[in-house]
Nanobody, 123 residues
Framework: EVQLVESGGGLVQAGGSLRLSCAASGFTLDDYGIGWFRQGPGKEREGVSCISKSDGRIYYVDSVKGRFTISSDNAKDTVYLQMNSLKPEDTAVYYC????????????????WGQGTQVTVSS
């Protein structure tokens, strides 16, 4: 059974840091692009970052470049999102998702999703 489980969310003050984890089971990370998405209150789902071992690519949305870092640990089947210098506008539910072979444009192209973890940044 394919499963993605996020953890690491919480409440943090602006300027603080959090590290989100996405633990995968039932498939091999090398065969999928793993993306982080977020959805804030009243907002559309937004792609934040993605990592793809098959083509060695990493992507970030412009609003998080220089602040967020995505990484993967194949030995632990886990993808991380290190979030530094957090801002109130980063407040959202964060989801990880898996797309076949590589990162994809469009959240609807991701096959498997975790349940989400809440990140709240206070001003």
């Amino acid at each position: 059974e394919v499963q993605l489980v996020e953890s690491g969310g919480g409440l943090v003050q602006a300027g603080g840091s959090l590290r989100l984890s996405c633990a995968a089971s039932g498939f091999t990370l090398d065969d999928y692009g793993i993306g982080w998405f977020r959805q804030g209150p009243g907002k559309e789902r937004e792609g934040v970052s993605c990592i793809s071992k098959s083509d060695g690519r990493i992507y970030y949305v412009d609003s998080v470049k220089g602040r967020f870092t995505i990484s993967s640990d194949n030995a632990k089947d886990t993808v991380y999102l290190q979030m530094n210098s957090l801002k109130p506008e980063d407040t959202a539910v964060y989801y990880c998702a898996a797309a076949n072979r590589r990162c994809r444009t469009g959240w609807f192209l991701y096959e498997y999703w975790g349940q989400g973890t809440q990140v709240t940044v206070s001003s």
